[in-house]
C-alpha cells in the first residue's frame, strides 16, 4: 500500500516564491531517488477554527501563510530507503541551513502516514 509524508509550514507572504523555487529543487532530488509525486500547495480557503484548525496549528501571523504539501511512496520500506539517499544528497544537505529557510522551521510539522482509501 502507498506511504505519503505530510508536512504543514507557516510562509512569509513575502518568502513565498523562494520557498516555490526550495520546494521545486527539492521535488526533484526527491524524484530521481523515487518518490511517486511531490505536492506543495499554498492556502487559499483556510480559515481559523474555534478549537482546531491548519492556521492556528502553525500558530499563523497575520504576514504569513500556510503550505501544506505531501510526498507519496510505494509503501514506508520504499519511502525509507529514498529518503536515506535524499538526505545524503549534497542538493538537500545544502538547503540545510535554518538561518536561511524561507520558513520558520520551528513551526513546521509533519508526519508519515498509511493510505487508507485511494479512489
Known amino acids: 500500500m502507498r506511504y505519503v509524508d505530510g508536512y504543514v509550514v507557516p510562509v512569509p507572504k513575502r518568502k513565498l516564491e523562494a520557498h516555490r523555487r526550495m520546494a521545486q529543487k527539492a521535488g526533484k532530488v526527491w524524484r530521481e531517488h523515487g518518490a511517486l509525486e511531490l505536492v506543495e500547495c499554498v492556502a487559499d480557503d483556510v480559515k481559523p477554527g474555534k478549537l482546531t484548525s491548519f492556521p492556528q496549528s502553525v ?61
Not at 507519496?72 to 529514498?82: E, I
Open 59 to 119: 500558530k499563523l501571523k497575520k504576514s504569513e501563510t500556510v503550505v501544506f504539501s505531501y510526498i507519496v511512496y510505494k509503501s514506508r520500506a520504499h519511502r525509507d530507503r529514498v529518503n536515506a539517499k535524499v538526505m545524503k544528497d549534497p542538493r538537500i544537505t545544502g538547503m540545510g541551513d535554518m538561518k536561511n529557510m524561507p520558513f520558520d522551521a520551528k513551526r513546521m510539522f509533519w508526519g508519515g502516514f498509511k493510505v487508507l482509501v485511494d479512489a
